[in-house]
Structure formats: C-alpha cells, structure tokens
C-alpha cells in the first residue's frame, strides 16, 4: 500500500499492504468475546508492554499463549467471515484454536515504525520455536507489516516437513501467492501434491498457473503412472490453462481413467482448457459436461471426496 508524499510526486510505502487497524479491532473483538475473562485481561496486560524497550513480555507471552487461552477452536459467524474477507483479502482463520489466533494477534501489536528492529524481532522466533508456534507465525505472514521482507521465511516454510506448519503455509494463505517469486511458487504447489494438502485451499492457485508448474505436475504425474500409483487429480487444475497439441493425450487419460475422481477432473480440466480438442472432448460426454456447467463438479468437491479416500 502506498500514499503520495505531498512535498513530493514520489509515493511512500508503508509499512502495511491493508487496513491493519481495522484487522486488529476485528480479532480482538472475536478474542475478547470467546476467552475466559480472566485470559483476556493477561492478554491485554501483555499486549500493553509488548513495545516497552528491554521489555521481555513479548516473547515471554507469546510461550505461554496455549498456557492461557486454551486450544478450543474458533467460532465464526457469517459477518465475520465477510468483515474478515474485508480486511485482508484472501486471510482464512477457520479451524483456527484460541492460542493460534492470540498469537498472530499479539504479533499485530508490535510497533512497525523500525523496520529493522521489527523484523528483527520477530525473525527471534521462528529458530527456537515449537511446532505450534511455528504454525503461528507462518499463519502471520499476510498480515505482518513489510511484506517483501518475510519472502525468504516463506520459503523456509516450504522446506518444513512438519504436517500442521506446512499446511500452514500452503493452504488458507494468501502471502505466497501474492511474494514467492514464480520458481519458489512452484515450489509451494509442488510440495503440497507430495504430501497430500487440500489443493483446493491454495490460494490464488489459478491465478499463479505457469507454464513451468504445467510441465512439472505432467512429469509427476508420468512418474506416478510408471509407477503404478495414482495421480492426485487436483494436479489437472495446474495443466488445464497449457493443454495443448503435446500433453492432452495425458488430459485423455485422465478423462477414461477407471477412476471417477481423476474423470471428473479431467472433465473440469477440459472445461476450464482453451484447446479446441479438449473442448470437444467434453462435449461428447453431455453427463459430465452438464455436471460441470451446473457446480456439481467443481475443484472442491474432487478434493473432499478425494480426501474421504485417503
């Protein structure tokens, strides 16, 4: 986000790329009204002395979180969601727990004046931290002051072989798509079909599509056949916009494969392709055709029903 300096034409970035006051007042709200009294009174005692210099109180709270507010999972109301989405385009905190929630909240209160000293302190956490934290401060990224500068721990992440902060970082975040350069993203996508993610809670996975990322997932999906392993069909999202006269052979065997999930993404590949024999290959089965124009096959039901067979 910027603004205009007006003693010059040259515009000045700021540290945040959204409205941050209006995020803070939107989850402190949502914490104050589902924490025990007790645990928010120690929560807003902390949030006050994080920014006292020498101060330890943020670190130390942010250890004791779990400690303090509980691990119920958050509830959400419709005008939540909607407020939320208002905020900060593309955030998701569902299936968030209380300490998670608290957590990136508190990160909300540090002073972002000093860029250095603020990266500087957050960047403290992540080589100490536990597994829950970690999820935590990855769950931050999108609404940490300076954006640019968490690239390198974003793809950190990536590399992160723990379950629940991978996840963290691939599904429900819109950081990644918005700062990984186009190699890293690929990357991101490629990682999270090795280790069975929800693809379809990726976001803006349609808007990254890439040449490259094509050729990758059909090269993957080649060695699962030579393999005699099932190719994961949510990997069709990636080909669908690059099928052409060189891999809609590998799209056909999709589309007649013996199993339903990897027809029904194909034929969703096929309406979603501007290759003119896809296209007409989807107009010879009216059945799926229609199953695609109506909704009932979509990019989330293949995952949900592929996430049942697991």
Same mark, same amino acid.
């Given at each position: 986000?910027?603004?205009? %300096?007006?003693?010059?034409?040259?515009?000045?970035?700021?540290?945040?790329?959204?409205?941050?006051?209006?995020?803070?007042?939107?989850?402190?709200?949502?914490?104050?009204?589902?924490?025990?009294?007790?645990?928010?009174?120690?929560? +807003?005692?902390?949030?006050?002395?994080? %920014?006292?210099?020498?101060?330890? &109180?943020?670190?130390?709270?942010?250890?004791?979180?779990?400690?303090?507010?509980?691990?119920?999972?958050?509830?959400?109301?419709?005008? +939540?969601?909607?407020?939320?989405?208002?905020?900060?385009?593309?955030?998701?905190?569902?299936?968030?727990?209380?300490?998670?929630?608290?957590?990136?909240?508190?990160?909300?209160?540090?002073?972002?004046?000093?860029?250095?000293?603020?990266?500087?302190?957050?960047? +403290?956490?992540?080589? &100490?931290?536990?597994? @829950?934290?970690?999820?935590?401060?990855?769950?931050?990224?999108?609404?940490?002051?300076?954006?640019?500068?968490?690239?390198?721990?974003?793809?950190?992440? /990536?590399?992160?072989?723990?379950?629940? $902060?991978?996840?963290?970082?691939?599904?429900?975040?819109?950081?990644?798509?918005?700062?990984?350069?186009?190699?890293?993203?690929?990357?991101?996508?490629?990682?999270?079909?090795?280790?069975?993610?929800?693809?379809?809670?990726?976001?803006?996975?349609?808007?990254?599509?890439?040449?490259?990322?094509?050729? /990758?997932?059909?090269?993957?999906?080649?060695?699962?056949?030579?393999?005699?392993?099932?190719?994961?069909?949510?990997?069709?999202?990636?080909? &669908?916009?690059? $099928?052409?006269?060189?891999?809609?052979?590998?799209?056909?065997?999709?589309?007649?494969?013996? @199993?339903?999930?990897?027809?029904?993404?194909? &034929?969703?590949?096929?309406? +979603?392709?501007?290759?003119?024999?896809?296209?007409?290959?989807?107009?010879?089965?009216?059945?799926?055709?229609?199953?695609?124009?109506?909704?009932? /096959?979509?990019?989330?039901? /293949?995952?949900?029903?592929?996430?049942?067979?697991?």
């Amino acid at each position: 986000m910027s603004q205009v %300096n007006p003693t010059t034409t040259e515009p000045l970035l700021l540290p945040y790329a959204y409205d941050v006051e209006a995020l803070k007042t939107l989850l402190q709200e949502m914490l104050q009204a589902q924490l025990p009294v007790a645990a928010w009174q120690w929560l +807003q005692e902390k949030s006050a002395a994080v %920014n006292q210099s020498g101060n330890s &109180a943020f670190a130390v709270a942010f250890a004791a979180m779990p400690r303090k507010t509980g691990k119920a999972v958050v509830t959400l109301s419709e005008e +939540q969601e909607q407020k939320l989405a208002a905020a900060r385009k593309g955030l998701s905190i569902q299936g968030w727990t209380l300490d998670r929630l608290a957590r990136v909240w508190l990160l909300l209160q540090l002073d972002a004046t000093d860029q250095q000293a603020y990266v500087a302190r957050i960047e +403290q956490l992540f080589p &100490a931290a536990e597994m @829950n934290e970690l999820v935590a401060l990855y769950s931050a990224l999108p609404v940490l002051a300076y954006p640019e500068a968490w690239r390198g721990r974003c793809a950190e992440g /990536i590399r992160n072989n723990i379950g629940t $902060v991978l996840e963290a970082v691939i599904t429900n975040n819109p950081y990644p798509a918005e700062q990984l350069a186009e190699g890293a993203w690929n990357q991101l996508v490629m990682k999270g079909f090795f280790t069975e993610k929800r693809m379809d809670q990726v976001v803006d996975f349609d808007k990254r599509a890439n040449p490259e990322l094509a050729q /990758i997932l059909l090269d993957f999906a080649h060695e699962r056949w030579a393999a005699g392993r099932a190719v994961p069909p949510l990997l069709w999202r990636g080909v &669908a916009p690059f $099928v052409n006269e060189k891999n809609f052979a590998d799209l056909e065997r999709a589309f007649f494969s013996e @199993n339903s999930l990897d027809r029904d993404a194909a &034929a969703l590949a096929c309406a +979603q392709s501007s290759y003119a024999p896809a296209r007409a290959l989807l107009e010879k089965h009216p059945e799926q055709k229609d199953a695609v124009a109506s909704g009932v /096959i979509t990019w989330t039901s /293949i995952a949900e029903k592929a996430a049942l067979n697991a």
